[in-house]
């Protein structure tokens, strides 16, 4: 359909070389060439020149002029399918996707067989998975150019994404049957596979075997072919063909684990002796596999796993291997396995210091004696071995005498860091990895390995200068680390300014890490077109797929966990406006006084006003900057807009704390909803907003995953208490009350009261550490009178096999002075046993220091702040300053060992 307001031909012209210069990224020119229409005093108001203008201005970053120009088109041109797309385009490069839809549709509506428009379309429809659209629009560019293979290709998919196999596959099988090719491509070659690949997800495996044994000459990629004829001949149950291919896959990789798996499931084998029968037959056929020499220990029990891993164990000590540990680690969930590690290897020290052999055996045999490193190794892994066990003190004799065996080795100064890691030495821990990075500095494994060991003591400054050494010059280590998406240093700094408790630092960290996934969800834009150009067209639906439940991820749950945790403490203790600095009674103040307190006013408010300035200019300069580069290139984006500054201070004060905790929370609730934290932090978020039914469901779900779980049943107290606060005041709605008395019975296990609730849950669960946190505190909450019987109950506690972190939780509880008045014999008594429990963590070491003041969050619902429930928690301490410096390393009690069981 022609435009509503045509042009003269010498304008047109013009307006043809407006788009051209828009489409070969020619801006400047574009800007003249529209200014030439727009001057002519008839075409002043003209709305496509004044839309593409505005579509022009916004790829040179000024937006704000190219919505004022485009809106102007629009109203001048309603009717005109270029305005209403270029304003899509403009919806489209702030993310306002619903709204550029709207603008494609309306569009559509003046020019309805418009390609562009509805390629741009299928781009958005299929960006926001609205999958019904998405077919509706491919079907409609598949009517209008059905000559070209993306039309078939992207009509195909949209039914394969929908769960409509058969459809999908007559369409890929009328689209091959049409091609005319002498020599088959790589294009070719991956059309078939994924028509094998909707085959296969249909159901129908036998026809997918035929399809694959049909076309496999025509299939370039034999080792996709291969894999995938060896997992349909399982299942289908055709073991001897199965048997040949992965044989053949064997003798192409020996050492992918996969099919040593599948070639076990292939021979129809379950018996451990069996199965240890058919990996040494395949020893032998691949003798240099690690694989075939590893796999059996998995399934060896008693003295078969005894000669086995002696046997693997010597091999790999004579050879020197570093990552044999590492190898072995997965065996030490057998306590037997490891008695028996234990015994083969403390045996090789004793043997190799007193003869140079493994065993006595060797020496009456007159076998050549071990190499000199044997002993090293062995001294090594026996380190790593009783570091795993959590036995410190026999870790370190063993470390030390590797390094005093070989001191340049690095990987020793790297375990000995690592032990003392483990042991709650943080400081010392740091110390050892810089050691081992002074020893190699151009070593970036270590390097970052010492950055994350000084990020967990919260050194943040010192892990900056170590990462510097490998980030870009001319550019702060930390910005640069943010450009290159770093997330495990984003994410280990946003806790260490957490537990610093600088907030708005660690928010900003949280949200640069938020931006790295919405970042990467956008990049899906440059695949959307090219996959279906190359046809790599398997990977393309893995893309799509993986997409969709990125935010899994783990870095993205633990920078979500960490800013939901900030806003909920944001919101509980608000920290006072900048404004509000000081707020004096002026007008009892003396002269002089009043004098000195409006200079120190003043020259703070100037320094303020200052630093406001300086990064205003500097935004403004990494704006100009940004903008001048893109100029320069010639490349504007409008998928690509200016993001907005980052700011410490702002990030900290936001208008509704609970509203930005939801924002992190919703993609979990999506994708991590198997993760009880995800419900807890929902919980937490729900009861400062009064809103039952949400904590209702938080609960309900958590208890689904883990009904043992100790936070989880702090929660339900709460719970319990606002409910029956709520109740007694009338203050909730019958509808409401009705859904809840429904769950109350197996909620609350029958308990008449909270405190037989409590009491009830940790009769279950005594000798749980975790459990006993967190009942004595609710027992003292709820009856102050059971002081003594909580502490008690604490310092009675076997720590036989307790683990550092929950020692250290119950310690900080007790020294804290949450249970006011509890004496100093108690603390001290139960400080020697954790001392000799765990006597390398400096949390429990003897310094003298001042006892710290208790800093006490007071949690206080909206729902229950009418009725005076309130749920009291001890989240930290405040320090004298030689407790702040041992504070590096301990934090709070949450945060102090939470990298204990990390290795």
Partial sequence: MPSSDPLPPKESALFRKILKCYEMKQYKNGLKLAKQILTNPKFTEHGETLAMKGLTLNCLGRKEEAYDYVRRGLRNDLKSHVCWHVYGLLQRSDKKYEEAIKCYRNALKWEKDNIQILRDLSLLQIQMRDLEGYRDTRHHLFRLRPSQHASWIGFAMSYHLLGDYETAIDILESFRSSQTVETYDYKHSELLLYQNLVIQESGNYEKALEHLKKYRTQILDTLAVKETMGELCLKLDRHEEALAIYTDLMKRNPENIAYYQQYIRAV?????????????????????????????LDVAQGETFRKLVDEHLRRNLRKGVPPLFVNLQSLYRVEEKVRIISELVEGYHQNLTSSGYFAIADKEQNLPKEPASALLWTLYYLAQHYDHLRESEKALDFINAAIEHTPTLIELYVTKGRIYKHAGDCLEAVSWMDEAQSLDTADRYINSKCAKYMLRANQIKESEEICAKFTREGVSAMENLNEMQCMWYQTECALAYQRLEKWGEALKKCHEIERHFAEIIEDQFDFHTYCMRKMTLRSYVGLLRLEDVLRRHPFYFKAAKCGIEVYVHLFDKPLAAESTGEELDVENLPPSELKKLRNKQRKAAKKKAEQENAQAAQANQKKEQHNKQRNANQDGDPEAPQLDELIPDKLARPDDPLEKAIE???????????????????????????????????????????????????????????????????????????????????MFAGAKSASQLNDNFLAAHRGNLEVLYETTQIMYQLDQSRRDEAVNLITSVDLTKATLENTSKLFLLLKSGFFAGRSEDQLDNFKKICQKRFPLAIVFADIAIPAPVTTLTTTQSSSAASVGTTTTTVTGTTMCPVEQQQSKTVGTAQSQTSDIKAN
């Fill in 268 to 296: 129809k084998v379950t018996e451990a002796s069996d199965v240890i029968e058919v990996y040494q037959r395949l020893q032998v056929e691949h003798p240099q596999s690690f694989c075939a020499k590893r796999l059996p």
């Fill in 664 to 746: 992190f929370l919703r993609p979990l609730q999506q994708l991590a909803k198997d993760n009880i934290e995800t419900h807890l932090m929902a919980f937490e978020i729900y009861s400062r907003r009064g809103k039952l039914l949400l904590m209702l469901q938080s609960l309900k779900r958590a208890r689904v995953i883990d009904a043992s779980n100790a936070t989880l049943h702090s929660c339900i107290i709460r719970f319990y208490q606002i409910l029956e606060a709520r109740i007694a005041n009338n203050e909730i709605d019958e509808s409401v009350k009705l859904v809840i008395d429904r769950e109350r019975e197996k």
